[in-house]
């Protein structure tokens, strides 16, 4: 019970100490919102062949980005910064078990990456009539909980790969960029080369993205569970912790 307490403390210090840094905090929350109003401007008069409008898409596209954003990116660089700047090996002499460390950071990142969906899916009804799918809300919510736990995981693995504070910013966005633009999150893939396709499919925004377009499409039925997509996001879950088990570092990396 101690233990457990400690790392509720530890979410409320990361908690506190992201809503003291206010500019930090605002860009958090206006990045994706600025993303989604310049795509809906550029795209905002097509239609696909589904019948949905541009809104219809890139509302569930940008929450998959501000998921993204607060957990993967998140998790990742500041594991790097922590532990390059000996925070991570500080903690290893104190009373907060290792697992409340990452318990509490991981918690805050899903915390923030929560308010983020709120504040997504509001505006894109508020401002493009984008109906919350409340008939589909159970469905919403598991892809929306396994896709920042598999993120999270992910981001802690990855971050054992970074060598150095100053590398983390590129290895981090070089990782996840290029996926964010062939996984229906930025742009709808239309008739693409099979390898990419493939290359899409294999890595977890892609089941991500689709099983929250599944979700939002307004012409679909059903209870909007995607089984095989979030099946996929469960493997990578599972090889994202085994990963982190494996090669996560508490010590700085030799200069």
């Not at 990361?14 to 958090?28: C, D, E, K, L």
């Not at 508020?126 to 598991?142: G, K, T």
């Not at 996840?176 to 709808?188: E, G, H, Y």
């Not at 925004?205 to 569970?225: C, E």
Request: proline content about 6%; some cysteine; charged content about 10%.
């Amino acid at each position: 019970m101690r233990n457990l307490s400690l790392a509720l403390r530890e979410v409320g210090y990361a908690n506190r100490s992201f809503w003291r840094n206010p500019a930090a905090a605002f860009f958090t929350f206006v990045f994706p919102l600025v993303f989604m109003v310049i795509f809906n401007v550029i795209f905002g008069g097509q239609t696909s062949g589904e019948g949905y409008t541009a809104a219809d898409f890139f509302t569930p596209g940008i929450i998959v980005f501000s998921v993204v954003t607060a957990t993967y990116t998140n998790i990742a660089m500041t594991a790097v910064f922590a532990r390059e700047r000996g925070i991570l090996k500080g903690i290893r002499g104190t009373p907060l078990p290792a697992w409340g460390y990452l318990f509490g950071r991981v918690v805050h990142a899903v915390l923030i990456a929560a308010l983020l969906v709120v504040i997504v899916a509001a505006f894109g009804a508020l401002f493009y009539s984008v109906e919350v799918p409340w008939a589909r809300l159970p469905a919403l919510i598991v892809t929306l909980v396994l896709g920042a736990a598999t993120l999270c995981a992910l981001g802690l693995a990855v971050s054992s790969a970074v060598p150095n504070e100053d590398a983390a910013p590129a290895v981090v966005n070089a990782s996840i960029f290029p996926l964010l633009f062939i996984s229906n999150v930025f742009i709808r893939l239309q008739d693409p080369p099979a390898w990419l396709d493939i290359a899409g499919k294999i890595f977890p925004i892609r089941p991500f993205a689709d099983a929250m377009l599944g979700i939002y499409d307004p012409f679909t039925t059903g209870s909007g569970f995607a089984w095989d997509q979030l099946g996929i996001l469960a493997l990578w879950l599972v090889a994202g912790v085994v990963l982190t088990i494996r090669y996560f570092s508490w010590e700085p990396r030799a200069r």
